[in-house]
Every structure is written in structure tokens, then in C-alpha cells.
């Protein structure tokens, strides 16, 4: 099945810098990739997604790339807030039926 | 207001007992799936059901059972041959049969072995 590498496992940054969360994919029939938000005590929220056909994508502060060949793809956050302050999963999916999540980057934005 | 309930949030349990998960959503999804989450292994998929009365094994379904008898609710057996119980679980929804418009996560259950 698909296995999905995630790195770093730990990250923090001062805020206003960027941060970038990386991770690699197994299954090159792999064509949805989103990434998932959890706050502390919730459940993972959908911040952003990309699919195969699509290089990268944007929405205000973040933007996802997906590099097929290299099976891997990234999240960048820009002029980072403490509300960034998190931890992130990214997943892959091969035929939108379910989710493979990586092993997750807890995001810690220093004031 | 729309979303999906897991009850209870904190649940122990004595080894060798069954113990069942609720999760209920009322945001008419078709499909529903089961995550258990441990420090540094991210969520792993139990379970998951497309449409009612269906469902499909994830990566880690020994020792787990479910039931989908009804489109709002998916709850989750925890029984006594599953070797190490205790983690945070997650109940997720999406629309469709497909998570391309976004998986919709519950607030959790944390589930004790004492």
C-alpha cells in the first residue's frame, strides 16, 4: 500500500519567517495530496489540497508544490503568525477513496 | 449546527473488555471512516464505509469492529483482541464517496487500558 514520509517531525521558526514541511510518497498512482491542520485537543482540519494535474497552488499565506517525477510535495507558510502554531499532516490518496497520512510536524512560531 | 459528535471524550477501560466508540454526523456525508492516532506515527486508517451497511478493512483493522446501519452514524468496537488499545481515535466524514472535498474530523475520543 502507500507508505508517506514526513519531515521534519519538529519545527520551529520566529514569526514572520516561512516555513516549509516536506513529504515523500510511495505510490506513483497517487493523485490527490491535501494537508491537514490540528490544533491542540481537536481533530485535523483541511487547509489546503492539490491534485496530480497541478504543480502548485496557493491561498493567502500558504501554497502547496507537488514534484511527481520526485514523488514528493511541500508545504510553505509565509509571514508566519502564532496562530500557525500547530501541527501539521500531509496525506496522499490514490483515487480520493481514503487518506494515507504522514507521521505529522508539530509547528512551533516563536514571538 | 453541522458536524460530527464522538462521545465519550475520555473513555478507560479495564484489559479484556469490549468497548464501543460513538460517532454521529448530521452533515448528510456519505462516507465515514475511523483514524487511530498515536505520538509519531500520525493516523492510521481502522476503518472506513462508502454507503450503509458497507464497509472496508483500513491498514490496522485486526482487533477493531464496526457497524454502519444508519448514513449518520459509524461506531467502533474496540475488543479484547486488539493488543494495545490505548490512543486517541478520530472519526472523520466526507461527501460523496471520495475525500476530494475534505475530510471533516471529530473532536476525538481518548481511550485508556487500566
Known amino acids: ?111 | 449546527d453541522g458536524g460530527i459528535t464522538q462521545s465519550p471524550k475520555y473513555l478507560f477501560r479495564k484489559e479484556g473488555q469490549n468497548v464501543t466508540l460513538s460517532c454521529e454526523q448530521n452533515l448528510n456525508h456519505d462516507a465515514m471512516y475511523w483514524y487511530r492516532q498515536d505520538p509519531g506515527q500520525g493516523l492510521r486508517l481502522i476503518y472506513y464505509s462508502q454507503i450503509v451497511n458497507d464497509f472496508q478493512k483500513g491498514d490496522i483493522a485486526e482487533g477493531y469492529s464496526v457497524s454502519r446501519e444508519k448514513k449518520e452514524s459509524f461506531p467502533l468496537t474496540v475488543t479484547s483482541a486488539q493488543k494495545n488499545p490505548t490512543a486517541f481515535y478520530l472519526c472523520a466524514s466526507s461527501p460523496g464517496y471520495s475525500v476530494l472535498l475534505g475530510a471533516f474530523f471529530g473532536q476525538g475520543t481518548r481511550l485508556t487500558v487500566v
Do not use: M
Request: proline share 5%; net charge negative.
Open chain 1, 1 to 111: 500500500g502507500e507508505n508517506v514520509e514526513q519531515h521534519p517531525s519538529t519545527l520551529s521558526v520566529q514569526e514572520g519567517d516561512s516555513a516549509v514541511i516536506k513529504c515523500t510518497y510511495s505510490d506513483s498512482a497517487s493523485n490527490y495530496f491535501p494537508w491537514y491542520k490540528q490544533e491542540l485537543g481537536k481533530g485535523p482540519q483541511l487547509i489546503i489540497d492539490i491534485r496530480s494535474n497541478v504543480g502548485e497552488k496557493k491561498d493567502q499565506r500558504i501554497a502547496v508544490t507537488l514534484n511527481k517525477t520526485a514523488k514528493h510535495f511541500s508545504l510553505h507558510i509565509t509571514e508566519t503568525q502564532p496562530e500557525d502554531s500547530a501541527v501539521y499532516f500531509c496525506a496522499a490518496s490514490i483515487g480520493f477513496e481514503k487518506l494515507t497520512f504522514g507521521t505529522g510536524t508539530r509547528l512551533t512560531i516563536i514571538p
